[in-house]
């Protein structure tokens, strides 16, 4: 059962422009948002978190916008650079599932210059 | 700081056969979770030690299996090799169990790349 849906899967974006991820959750018991970059090669990094009693949270370029009655969360990158080129996704956790994380499926951003 | 090690980063084996991955966590970390990445399933939740204890599992079959040493190191273990465990395999590291309204950020090591021929 796939608890978090997460969209587009791939996304083409200029240079200069904002880069938007999308999720959906269905369990309401998630309590914790993170967003993780993943370059090739590597492991998932965490770019930035969110709960849900705040609706949105922004670190530098990154911002998390969250709408609790709608169940969604998304991603905005705002003046997206080439070096944003990553594949990104979106996970949920519960406050007593210690550090177990549920991954959307992932969305492969591409910044053209 | 020496980030999160897996080893080894590259494993070929045949189906049947069992195999052993290790990870070592960042110096001071007690947490360590396992994750198994794949292009159709994405990443999935294997399990969780703390304290050399298995605190969370996920949905896969007893096949799989880890634990933890008193130096905070772990092994996961898949055994009778099938083809559909080919996959990435991902550690992550924490300070901590995740504590009432705090969350302790998981650092990931590069994975192991696991092929089952």
């Known amino acids: 059962q796939q608890q978090v849906k997460q969209s587009p899967q791939s996304l083409i974006v200029q240079k200069g422009g904002i880069s938007i991820i999308n999720c959906a959750y269905e369990?309401?018991?998630?309590?914790?948002f993170p967003w993780y970059q993943q370059f090739p090669g590597k492991g998932p990094a965490l770019l930035i978190a969110?709960?849900?009693?705040?609706s949105e949270k922004k670190e530098g370029r990154f911002t998390i916008s969250f709408n609790k009655s709608a169940k969604q969360f998304s991603l905005h990158i705002m003046d997206s650079q080439p070096g944003d080129s990553a594949t990104y996704f979106c996970a949920a956790s519960f406050n007593n599932a210690g550090n177990m994380l549920t991954f959307g499926g992932g969305t492969r951003l591409m910044v053209k210059p | 700081k020496a980030g999160v090690t897996q080893t080894p980063r590259y494993l070929i084996k045949t189906r049947g056969q069992q195999v052993t991955l290790s990870c070592s966590p960042i110096?001071?970390?007690?947490?360590v979770s396992w994750y198994q990445q794949t292009p159709g399933q994405g990443l999935q939740f294997l399990f969780e030690y703390f304290s050399e204890t298995q605190r969370n599992k996920g949905n896969f079959p007893g096949r799989f299996s880890g634990r933890q040493f008193s130096n905070s190191r772990s092994e996961m273990n898949v055994s009778t090799l099938e083809l559909g465990d080919s996959a990435l395999y991902l550690c992550?590291?924490?300070?901590?169990?995740?504590?009432?309204?705090?969350?302790?950020?998981?650092?990931f090591g590069a994975g192991t790349r696991l092929s089952v021929l």
């Open positions: 110096s001071g970390h007690r947490s």
């Open positions: 969110i709960r849900p009693d705040v």
């Open positions: 369990n309401t018991a998630f309590d914790y």
């Open positions: 992550a590291s924490s300070l901590a169990p995740q504590q009432p309204l705090a969350k302790n950020i998981q650092y």
